[in-house]
């Protein structure tokens, strides 16, 4: 699957969902803010919410701290 | 006729004045003069219609006082920017309590300030408390020392617990949220709630200050108009690498300074739909 990751194209094989492209990119969900094609997805959608060929990808990590 | 103090003065015909000879008259020992919002020296002419602070350094200086001294410091035209502003801290420790300071002094309009937990030992080696005031809610104990720095303040205290689902509710009126929170999950949270909920507030959030790594690697990133990130985006809070003053400081300024630039239209704010 070929996906645009915050601006850089990126090639990931077994992603078909946004929880296993974050499982791939070793991300912790609950943690990171994810836009896919410029729509929020809320974090108990991940699982259901499949990626498609093409897609643009934005994902802000945080880390704890303040 | 012309504002002395807030007070209405009549100029004595065909003479000409100067601002220390004015002092004289209606504060004896005044030695800071400000006209019209600027400072200037004891020589310098009034004419009618001017506005006329008069200062005594070292007197503890009145509310209309302070305003002007603050709008002197700042220009009239960028401090009633400011004083129109409003903004919330969601979050007051380390980087909340230090944001507040820094945006009290400058007489923010209106701030909200929210937390709902209170004072603790652990919390003075870098949030802005005394040791006296521990046991206290963060809230009252920040409003004290907030009003201490500038007794004008407008402040609204918030002593729920926050959640992505109520973020909106409190503060989808206010110009700039800071996001000041200790749990990732929270500063995940609040960004999607301004993302989706809040079109029209900006954002500074921020990610990544814990311990003493380099000043510089500390920045500011745009997002997209309007939506700020400050931090080095990896170094967190975990054992061996603690919240420190100096550091967590850096990033609180940086965040208050974004607040600054968006209130006075230096950076774009949010363009609606994005």
Redesign the interface.
């Given at each position: 699957m070929n996906i645009t990751l915050n601006g850089t194209q990126k090639v990931f094989p077994s992603a078909h969902t946004l929880s296993q492209l974050l499982a791939d990119l070793q991300l912790p969900p609950e943690t990171i803010v994810v836009e896919l094609n410029t729509l929020i997805i809320q974090p108990d959608c991940y699982s259901e919410t499949t990626l498609s060929e093409g897609d643009t990808v934005e994902i802000i990590r945080f880390v704890g701290g303040g | 006729m012309l504002l002395v103090n807030e007070h209405p003065v009549t100029l004595p015909h065909a003479t000409k004045l100067t601002i220390g000879e004015l002092a004289a008259l209606h504060k004896p020992g005044a030695d800071i003069f400000i006209v019209n919002g600027y400072p200037v020296s004891a020589e310098t002419l009034v004419k009618d219609g001017d506005t006329c602070t008069l200062i005594r350094r070292g007197e503890i200086p009145t509310g209309e006082e302070l305003e002007a001294l603050l709008a002197a410091r700042h220009t009239p035209g960028i401090h009633s920017k400011i004083k129109t502003g409003c903004i919330a801290i969601l979050?007051l420790?380390?980087?909340?309590s230090t944001v507040a300071g820094a945006m009290a002094k400058i007489g923010i309009g209106k701030m909200l300030i929210s937390d709902y937990d209170r004072v603790e030992p652990s919390n003075l080696n870098r949030q802005h408390y005394f040791v006296d005031q521990i046991g206290m809610m963060k809230t009252r104990a920040l409003k004290d020392n907030l009003l201490r720095m500038n007794p004008s303040l407008s402040l609204q205290l918030i002593e729920e617990q926050l959640t992505e689902s109520n973020l909106a509710l409190f503060f989808r009126h206010v110009d700039v949220l800071i996001e000041?929170?200790?749990?990732?999950?929270m500063?995940?949270a609040t960004?999607?709630s301004v993302?989706?909920q809040m079109p029209n507030v900006a954002y500074v959030?921020?990610?990544?200050?814990?311990g003493y790594g380099e000043n510089n690697s500390i920045l500011t990133r745009m997002?997209r108009p309007g939506i700020y990130?400050v931090?080095d985006?990896?170094?967190?809070?975990?054992p061996g690498q603690g919240?420190m003053a100096p550091r967590?400081g850096i990033a609180a300024h940086h965040q208050a300074n974004q607040a600054l630039r968006l209130l006075l239209e230096a950076d774009p704010g949010r363009i609606s739909g994005q």
């Open positions: - | 979050g420790g380390g980087l909340g000041c929170f200790d749990d990732p999950a500063k995940a960004l999607r993302l989706s959030g921020s990610s990544g200050m814990a997002i990130i931090g985006e990896t170094s967190a809070a975990q919240l967590v």
